[in-house]
């Protein structure tokens, strides 16, 4: 089945099922998605959590998913190996894309950003989704390579928490610019952002870039 295309409605209505990794973000990208779409509306809500495996085992989230004239869904949590030595399996989250895309939703696929200092992680990550997608198509936001973009022109820039693993405020703002392209088709480094605490404005329009350059360069979507 192909991926419906909902760039162009005048509501985006974003659902996310997740992990950690997606905590607050929705917010985040309906903020900009509301200074960049004039007088289009964004909301987000969370339907699902935990790993992609665990998540589409509950019934009431594919119900939420089917019933609530959703426009897209953020899809994060599948499973891998950080050693890469161990296979998971992906029919958790090939699920979760056919039942997007029966009930007319886009489905976007989310590789997270790799952790501190592994240079590497997130072209692995990626390509463990494009994996995914050649299975059941799916949009895919390059959020990790978007990561490595920015890191390489601005490595001063803090985009990791405290951890190393997670994403700190401006970690995650970036990750939102992504998605916010993804879903309203509208290229990031081409709109007027509100500003941003903790970046300059050269700095800010270096991220919508290196957002807007990396989806140019692998295509977030099949349409």
Not at 25 to 38: D, E, F, H, P, Y
Not at 120 to 132: D, F, R
Not at 191 to 196: A, D, F, T
Request: net charge negative; with cysteine.
């Amino acid at each position: 089945m192909q991926v419906p295309n909902n760039q162009s409605l005048s509501a985006y209505r974003i659902a996310i099922t997740g992990n950690s990794h997606v905590s607050g973000l929705g917010g985040v990208v309906t903020s900009i998605i509301k200074q960049i779409s004039g007088e289009k509306t964004a909301e987000s809500q969370m339907i699902g959590h935990g790993f992609l495996d665990v998540s589409v085992k509950s019934t009431s989230s594919l119900d939420v998913l089917a019933n609530d004239n959703w426009s897209h869904i953020i899809l994060q949590g599948q499973k891998y190996s950080q050693s890469r030595t161990t296979n998971y399996s992906t029919t958790g989250a090939q699920r979760w894309i056919a039942s997007a895309k029966d009930a007319g939703v886009t489905p976007i696929l989310f590789p997270e950003h790799p952790q501190r200092g592994d240079d590497t992680e997130a072209e692995y990550v990626y390509g463990l989704h494009q994996v995914i997608t050649a299975q059941q198509a799916s949009c895919i936001a390059p959020v990790g390579l978007v990561w490595d973009r920015v890191l390489q022109l601005m490595p001063h820039i803090a985009l990791h928490a405290t951890d190393g693993n997670h994403a700190s405020a401006l970690g995650k703002y970036l990750t939102a610019l992504v998605f916010a392209e993804i879903i309203t088709g509208q290229r990031i480094d081409s709109v007027s952002l509100e500003p941003v605490s903790g970046l300059l404005p050269d700095e800010q329009l270096l991220m919508a870039q290196a957002v807007s350059e990396i989806i140019f360069q692998h295509p977030a979507c099949p349409f």
